[in-house]
């Protein structure tokens, strides 16, 4: 159960140098996968200090298929890892991105989505009158910033001139003060995916609940620089493959029952 709360409320991301891309001495192409350490079971650090998690176990297995590269991980605060891919400092942005039109246009995006999670609105458990996104009109809404969430909320605004715009709350500190806030009542909902919550509640003692329907499911992908066609259509082969032998789910699986396992 410690193990399991130092996982959850830990925000010390590790910076790694980064590294030049470029082929090794027997021509095998390194490259830099951008991730970060805090959000189990995707990405987080085991008992030794060892980066684990589906992000990570995923990548073996397709590095597994692909001879003419070697991942390579840099571990990153989230919001830095696609400014990370723009200058160039990484080659692969992995941490559970969900598409949408601005991420589309600027970056490419893998065609093999390999996780599927539904994103609700998460209220403290005495929380009445918040059923919909509607409901969030004129409410305060904590959201960790350049989420799919925050551009979710953000849209809404824009495209509900008439009503009083959701006070975006932007969320820069740890989990733990998101369940004060909520708790107390300083802010009146945030937005998780179901095993998000599920986390909190199971590790944390919270009592949040999912309201209303799912705000959308989203489907993860791998993200690229525009010009990174042969990397994507590699990873993309190997993620079909994975997904077809039914490797791809036995891996989810594994990674959310290891993290679990090891959190008791």
Known sequence: ?????????????????????????????????????????????????????????????????????????????????????DQGRIDLAAHQFGKNDEREEKYRFGTVGYYSAADYIVVNENTTGIESIDDLSGKKVSVAPASLWALLLEDYNKEHPDKAPIDILYF??????????????????????????????????????????PLSNTETYHIYRKDATELQSAIDGALKELQESGELAALSKKAVDDFFAAAK
């Open 1 to 85: 159960m410690k193990k399991a709360l130092i996982l959850l409320l830990s925000v010390i991301v590790l910076i790694l140098p980064l590294a030049a891309c470029g082929g090794d001495a027997e021509g095998v192409t390194t490259v830099r996968v951008g991730t970060s350490n805090d959000y189990p079971p995707f990405c987080y650090l085991d008992d030794s200090g060892a980066l684990t998690g589906y992000e990570v176990a995923l990548l073996k297995a397709v590095d597994e298929k692909l001879p003419q590269y070697k991942f390579k991980y840099e571990v990153l605060e989230f919001k830095t890892i696609l400014t990370s891919l």
């Open 172 to 213: 820069e500190s740890t989990p733990e003060i998101l369940v004060k806030n909520l708790q107390g009542g300083v802010i009146d909902a945030t937005l998780l995916t179901e095993s998000d919550l599920n986390l909190m509640n199971t590790f944390l003692g919270t009592k949040f609940r999912a309201v209303g329907e």
